[in-house]
C-alpha cells in the first residue's frame, strides 16, 4: 500500500539549533517526493520537492532534505532553527505526473523554544 | 499570479443543516482536488477532477458529500446533512501539467458543526 510515515508527532527544538524532521514512504513507483509547511489558520506550502538527479536538495527559508532509496526515507533538515519555523510540517508523496494525488503523512508539530 | 482562493474561510453550522464551498483554482489549472484535513491530521483526497470530469472519487462519501466542477474551472464541494464528523478543514489544491506533480494549496474552508 502507499503510504508515509512521519514518526514524530511532535518535536520541540531551541531557537538556533539544528532541526531533523523524518519521513518514511512505501510507493509501488518511482516517489516524487515534497515537503509542505502549514501554519495555524493557513494552507500548505511547497518548502521543497525531489523528482531525480541529486538526493540533497535544498528548498526554501533555508530547508534541505535528502533523498535515500535504500531506506525509503526523505527527512527534512535545517541547520540553524527560527522562531518563525514553528508550524506543522508535511511530507507527500505522488507519481509526479500532472493529475495524480499526493499522499501525505499525518505531519510532525515543530515547536521552538527560546 | 493569484493563488487557489477558497470561500468562506470559516462556516459554523448545526448538524443536519447543508454548507456549500467554493473554490477558483489557479489559471490554467486543469487538475483540481479537494482534500479533508481533520484535526492533527494530514490531509487526505476527497475527489480529484481533470477539466470538469471528477476522475477519482473514491473516498468522497456519497451519501452525503457531492462535487462539482461547472466548465472545468470553479469547483463547489457540498454537504447535505452535516453531521458532527464533518467538522474539518476542506483544502482544494490545483495543478498542471508543468507543475511536475506539486499541488497548489487555498488556505482551506474550516467548517465546524455544533
Known amino acids: 500500500a502507499q503510504s508515509v510515515t512521519q514518526p514524530d508527532i511532535h518535536i520541540t527544538v531551541s531557537e538556533g539549533a539544528s532541526l531533523e524532521l523524518r519521513c518514511n514512504y512505501s510507493y509501488g513507483a518511482t516517489p516524487y517526493l515534497f515537503w509542505y509547511v502549514q501554519s495555524p489558520g493557513q494552507g500548505l506550502q511547497l518548502l521543497l520537492k525531489?523528482?531525480?538527479?541529486?538526493?540533497l536538495v535544498q528548498g526554501i527559508k533555508g530547508f534541505e532534505a535528502e533523498f535515500k532509496r535504500s531506506q525509503s526515507s526523505f527527512n527534512l533538515r535545517k541547520p540553524s532553527v527560527h522562531w518563525s519555523d514553528a508550524a506543522e510540517y508535511f511530507c507527500?508523496?505522488?507519481?509526479?505526473?500532472?493529475?495524480?494525488?499526493?499522499?501525505f503523512g499525518k505531519g510532525t508539530t515543530l515547536s521552538v523554544s527560546s | 499570479e493569484a493563488g487557489v482562493v477558497q470561500s468562506p474561510r470559516y462556516k459554523i453550522i448545526e448538524k443536519k443543516q447543508p454548507v456549500a464551498f467554493w473554490c477558483n483554482p489557479i489559471s490554467g489549472h486543469n487538475t483540481l482536488y479537494w482534500y479533508l484535513q481533520n484535526l492533527g491530521q494530514g490531509p487526505e483526497l476527497l475527489i480529484r477532477?481533470?477539466?470538469?470530469?471528477?476522475?477519482?472519487d473514491s473516498q468522497l462519501p456519497k451519501d452525503r458529500f457531492s462535487a462539482e466542477r461547472l466548465k472545468g474551472v470553479d469547483s463547489t464541494l457540498k454537504i447535505q446533512p452535516a453531521e458532527l464528523g464533518d467538522s474539518a478543514v476542506y483544502l482544494c489544491?490545483?495543478?498542471?501539467?508543468?507543475?511536475?506533480?506539486?499541488?497548489?494549496f487555498g488556505e482551506g474552508s474550516r467548517l465546524t458543526v455544533l
Open positions: 489544491a490545483s495543478t498542471s501539467g508543468p507543475s511536475g506533480g506539486e499541488l497548489f
Open positions: 477532477y481533470e477539466n470538469e470530469e471528477a476522475v477519482d
Open positions: 525531489y523528482f531525480s538527479g541529486d538526493t
Open positions: 507527500a508523496v505522488g507519481a509526479g505526473q500532472a493529475g495524480t494525488a499526493l499522499i
